[in-house]
C-alpha cells in the first residue's frame, strides 16, 4: 500500500515519520517538513488533499506557538503538552497508513482521507474539512485523556486547562476567513463575498460546537480509562463515527461546502 501512496517520496516519508516532536516548535518543523514532502506525491502533488488539511494544522499550530511564547495560556505545560500528543496521533496515523509492519492498524476516519491523496476527485474545503473532523472528533479525546494523565490532573470544566483549551477556538475563529478562502476558486469567492461573513461564522461555530464534544468525550474516556475493553468500545465508537462524517464531507454532498 505504501508504495503506490507515496511513491517517489517514500524514503523521506518514512525517515520524517521515525520519531515523534517533544515540544510544540518540533511539531511546527515537522508539519512544515510533511508539507514540503507531501507536496511531491504523484499525482497531483501539491494538489492532493492531505496538503490542504496540513496546511490548516500548520497554521493553527504555529497560531498556537504564537501564543505560548507571548504567555497568553494560564497553564502553559498543559497546553504544550496537549499539542505534542495531540500531533502524535496524527503522526501515528500517517505511520500506520504507511504499512510498518509493527504499527497498529490506521483509524478508519484517516483512512478515508488518506485514500483520496492519488485522486482526482478531491475538493481543497472538503478535504481540510475531513481532516479536521478526524484530528479533532477522534483524536483530541485521547489525546486530552494522555495529556492529563502525564501531568496527574484531572478533565474539569471551569479549569485553567478547560480555559486554555477553550482559547484554541480563538485561533480558529481568526485563521479560518483566510484559510478557507484560499481553497475557493475565483468564482466561488465572488459568491463568498457576497454571503459576507455567514461562512466563515457557521464554519466557526461548527470548529467551538465539535471541539466541546470532543471535551466531553474525553471526560467519558477519563472515567474509563483503566479499563481497556471499555476504552476499546469508546475508540471504536468515536471512529466509527467520525469515518461516517469524513465520508460525507468527501462525497460530491462536500461540495456544498465551497
Sequence with gaps: MSQSVWGPVQREMTDLLQGHPDDVPAVVEQLKALQDVLGHVPPLRRENPLCDFNQLYLTITEGVLERLYAGKFKDPAFLSRLDVEFA??????????????????CPEVWACLFQRIPGPDCRPLPSACAGVNAHINFDLPFALVTTFDHLGSDPVDDS??????LEINDIFAEAIPGLRRGYLEKWQLLIDTMNGCLDDWWQGEAVEYTRNVAWRNAQKLWGVRHDMLATDRERAGLDKTAAGLSKLLLSPLGSFLQ
Excluded at 485553567?160 to 483549551?165: A, G
Design 88 to 105: 502524535a496521533r496524527y503522526f501515528d496515523a500517517l505511520r500506520a497508513w504507511a504499512g510498518a509492519g509493527t504499527s497498529p492498524r
Design 160 to 165: 485553567d486547562q478547560h480555559h486554555d483549551y
